[in-house]
């Protein structure tokens, strides 16, 4: 800035250069940081949060590199207009010297039942300069206690008309329930909060409210029921109101009971509701559920089973029934029935919505009246059909993975699931309908009983899961890597049914503990897994038996109470995951007693001689040389279980001594320690032959665990790593050696010891067994069996997520380099290490951290690495740079300068500060 003054007078003289230093002082202190996305509970704007002390999270933006929250202030109001100095009633925390800005503690007046509630944050930057305010949110609290609740269950203990309860496919209709009441004043507020089971819709004069399906979420419910929370201010209006819900059966009411194997069931469906009504004038009024309602089982939804499918005859469609004036005469009251579950709580999760619609690509018929349709994908959710038919015709839809030879649909993994949807025309012009209570996993369609020829316009695919917010994105110069990334995101994200299931097609559909240890980590890459599994770790915990002992599957729909130790201590891998990569260390205080009472549960029945030989199902689906076993039976292939279960408890103890000492548990970390040694002590002297550097029988997954559990002794490590590589690449020709355990730690231990290369191979490889045929095979999700297309179909999913193992995390971690640093989770520091491989040109990778987005991008090209990095505010990285001895390293065009020098000469640290990067390396010449 160039400036001219002319002479002037002294008095003069010195207002203007109060003036100057006033202007430059306010540019050289206005703030380098604007603060953005507040979450409460980590949602924008939820309802009905139920934690006392909420935590609240913003991020930062910056375009001034090297950037830092160095504090913050938080003001939290009953009205908007209280957030102002001084004026917040409910909470100002004043200058807090602090750098978190992810899962904050609320820390003022305790909050009421029903509350809405305003907050917003400023930060001071690393100059120590404050941001502005950011713009407010806002949250609602739910019924925080159990006198908050002064509604009744209610419900139909009892079968009617053609309900079949008690048969193996079990059939129910659907319970509709409507309520009129009048509203004399003008409402300022309406909130409802309702538990509608096991599935239910929520009408208000006519109108759906919301856009969730199959709500609420699963739950283990002989200990907690979830509640759902609905702003629904803008429905009621003054005068004469209708309530109208229905509710479907869900796996409250179960689709099974003794097959295929025992299965519970907690009563027939049931509601709780509460709407709470404040008026303009300050008065309160509610409406609850009670036997004044009215309820039928005459509905249009004659069948919902989630196995089997949903019967809608549309003849008997109740026109007007959630509407005022509707004659509900001839319907019954509503029965007062027992309590679903003695606990209550919000359902903080996302809920399940329609997220994407998609038509098929084709339509064929294999014989008379038979059409099936190819959705070109292999999904998770139901159709919407169109139709013009006489009144009584019945359309038939059935739902299946694959086809046979002949074209018509391949049932036989689909096993005891009828999965038909079957709709019964009224016959008045064009009809459309979706199922309300049921979904399916398939790529394929067969229509039957359809009046004419149909077209492609016929159906229309509603893809179906848990709605939550992506979190990454990933591809790279191979389009095989990027079809199985592809293929990985349609998997994971169909098995989201407010758990992460096992498989969304056959009679099973549960939340199997060992298929997420690991996997969960690679999830959090791609989605915002906090809350969905914060949630199911709260189902595992209600499951767990007062002994200690956990379930195998969660909610314990299945009760398989193994004590297993690779399935059952996926808690402690969950918690870890949940600290690691979103900082959440409220997670380890609030698991702890129960992780420690299954770790002492245990101890005190299975173990002996510092050992844990328990273990049910092995290193899970290896690979079989017969493409028709589901099983390999080749000893040397299958690890010992003696062997797994002691060296996953011996990780497990590691695990919780962390644990104990980030929770000042002195007595139990020495525990834990203590025993952790001796165990390291016992399993070495059973299992390690220091001779040949093996372990247990010497299959991969064996010497691949004990790398990965550092149990190998000092001086052993190479070794044991070359007998690995050896097996792999010798004995198995550089394909997939392991089941679902050892392809937990697969990649990351290749990586680890400086061969991503044979990783990428071994990734890489099109025929049996490995993701790549899959894929040559027409897969477009992940099978449950390596030899998916020619296994017995007793067990042989089409679509599941337990064999991709530490894939995600791979891709990420090592090929990208985004990796939280262990000392501060949550990515406040940042750990990049890309690791390049023959083959592999460029990779481009991103992962919304819970400070923001971090990206790699790096391409090789005639010898020259190019690297563009993004690292968000708040967060520090140390860059590991593939850089040779003589190799001339530049960061933004300029010469680099190394933080530690050359690691064992093919690595230059880099630290820096948050900003986006440019590095360059040049080969020595």
Not at 161 to 177: E, K, M, Q, T
Not at 452 to 474: A, M
Not at 608 to 619: A, Q, T
Not at 833 to 853: M, Q
Request: aromatic residues 10%; charged residues 25%.
């Amino acid at each position: 800035m160039n400036l001219t003054i002319a002479p002037l007078m002294k008095t003069e003289s010195i207002v203007v250069w109060i003036a100057l230093l006033t202007i430059i002082t306010a540019c050289n202190t206005s703030p380098d940081v604007v603060v953005t996305e507040l979450k409460t509970e980590g949602r924008s704007h939820p309802q009905g949060i139920d934690r006392p002390a909420p935590s609240f999270s913003w991020m930062l933006e910056s375009a001034v590199q090297d950037q830092q929250q160095t504090a913050c202030r938080i003001l939290v109001a009953t009205d908007p207009a209280l957030l102002e100095e001084g004026s917040a009633d409910l909470w100002d925390s004043k200058k807090i010297e602090s750098q978190k800005n992810s899962l904050v503690t609320y820390r003022g007046k305790p909050l009421q039942p029903g509350q809405q509630v305003w907050w917003k944050v400023r930060v001071w930057d690393s100059r120590s300069h404050p941001s502005a305010w950011s713009k407010p949110a806002a949250f609602s609290m739910g019924l925080l206690n159990p006198e908050d609740w002064k509604a009744s269950w209610i419900g139909l203990d009892r079968a009617v008309g053609n309900d079949r309860p008690d048969i193996g496919s079990r059939v129910l209709s659907a319970r509709y329930l409507r309520k009129e009441f009048t509203v004399g004043k003008r409402v300022k507020r309406a909130m409802v909060y309702m538990v509608g089971l096991g599935t239910s819709e929520l009408y208000l004069n006519g109108h759906k409210v919301g856009d969730q399906v199959l709500s609420p979420a699963l739950a283990e419910y002989n200990k907690r029921s979830w509640y759902v929370t609905h702003d629904v201010a803008a429905l009621v209006a003054d005068g004469l109101n209708t309530a109208g819900v229905i509710l479907g059966n869900g796996r409250y009411f179960a689709p099974r009971i003794n097959a295929p194997t025992l299965t519970r069931t907690f009563g027939f469906p049931r509601l709780l509701l509460q709407l709470e009504m404040e008026y303009t004038d300050g008065t309160k009024e509610r409406v609850v559920s009670d036997p004044s309602w009215k309820l039928t089982a005459g509905g249009p939804v004659r069948a919902n089973n989630e196995y089997d499918g949903e019967t809608y005859d549309a003849r008997m469609e109740l026109t007007g029934w959630s509407k005022n004036g509707f004659d509900d005469s001839g319907w019954m009251n509503a029965e007062q029935v027992k309590p679903a579950s003695p606990e209550i709580s919000s359902q903080m999760t996302e809920p399940i919505r329609v997220t994407e619609t998609i038509l098929p690509l084709s339509v064929s018929s294999p014989e008379t009246g038979v059409y099936i349709f190819d959705m070109g994908q292999n999904m998770v959710g139901w159709t919407r059909l169109k139709v013009r038919a006489d009144k009584g015709t019945v359309i038939k839809q059935r739902f299946a993975e694959t086809l046979q030879e002949d074209g018509n649909l391949y049932l036989a993994n689909i096993r005891g699931a009828k999965v038909t949807d079957t709709y019964i025309a009224k016959g008045e012009g064009t009809e459309t309908w979706e199922p309300q209570f049921v979904y399916h996993g398939f790529r394929y369609v067969e229509l039957t009983g359809y009046p004419g020829t149909p077209d492609l316009s016929v159906l229309e695919g509603e893809v179906v899961h848990d709605d939550l917010e992506k979190s990454g994105y990933f591809e790279c110069s191979d389009p095989l890597i990027n079809q199985i990334y592809k293929n990985a995101t349609w998997g994971i994200r169909g098995n989201y049914r407010s758990i992460p299931t096992d498989c969304p097609q056959r009679d099973e559909r549960q939340g199997w503990l060992g298929d997420r240890a690991t996997g969960s980590r690679g999830e959090s890459y791609l989605f915002d897994i906090r809350n969905l599994y914060r949630k199911w770790l709260t189902d595992i915990f209600d499951a767990q038996k007062e002994s200690g002992s956990i379930s195998d599957v969660c909610p314990a729909y299945w009760p398989l109470y193994n004590d297993n130790v690779t399935w059952d201590g996926t808690p402690i891998e969950l918690v870890k995951m949940l600290y690691e990569q979103y900082g959440d260390e409220d997670v380890i205080r609030e698991s702890y007693d129960p992780m420690k009472r299954w770790v002492d549960y245990m101890i005190s029945r299975y173990m002996v001689n510092d050992l844990m030989p328990r273990d049910n199902y092995g290193d899970w689906c290896v690979p079989p040389l017969d493409p028709k076993l589901i099983h390999t039976r080749d000893p040397q292939r299958l690890t010992p279980g003696d062997y797994l279960g002691s060296v996953f408890f011996y990780h497990d103890l590691r695990t919780m001594e962390i644990y104990a000492k980030k929770l000042n548990i002195q007595e139990d970390e020495s525990y834990f320690k203590d025993l952790a040694n001796r165990m390291n002590a016992a399993i070495n002297k059973t299992y390690f032959d220091p001779e040949t550097a093996q372990y247990s029988n010497h299959s991969a997954t064996s010497n691949i665990l004990a790398l990965a559990f550092e149990l190998v002794p000092e001086g052993y490590e190479q070794r044991v790593f070359d007998n690995l590589v050896e097996k792999i690449e010798v004995e198995h020709h550089a394909h997939i050696t392991t089941g679902l355990v050892g392809q937990e730690f697969f990649n990351r231990i290749l990586t680890r010891y400086g061969r991503a290369d044979l990783a990428y191979t071994v990734n890489t490889q099109q025929d049996y067994p490995g993701y790549g045929y899959m894929i040559k095979n027409g897969a477009t999700t992940i099978w449950e069996l390596w030899n998916g297309n020619t296994a017995d179909p007793a067990m042989n999913s089409g679509n599941h997520v337990m064999l991709l193992g530490d894939f995600l995390i791979w891709l990420y971690e090592d090929l990208a380099g985004i990796k939280p640093g262990h000392d501060l989770p949550g990515f406040s520091h940042v750990v990049m290490k890309p690791h390049t491989v023959p083959g592999l040109d460029h990779v481009k990778a991103g992962h919304r951290s819970p400070n923001g987005w971090i990206r790699s991008e790096w391409q090789m090209k005639a010898g020259l690495f190019d690297w563009n990095v993004t690292i968000p505010v708040n967060s520090t990285a140390t860059l590991y740079i593939p850089a040779g001895n003589g190799a001339v390293v530049n960061l933004d065009g300029k010469p680099a300068e190394s933080t530690a020098g050359k690691l064992s000469g093919e690595r230059f640290m880099m630290d820096l500060g948050s900003g986006t990067y440019r590095i360059t390396v040049k080969p020595a010449q």
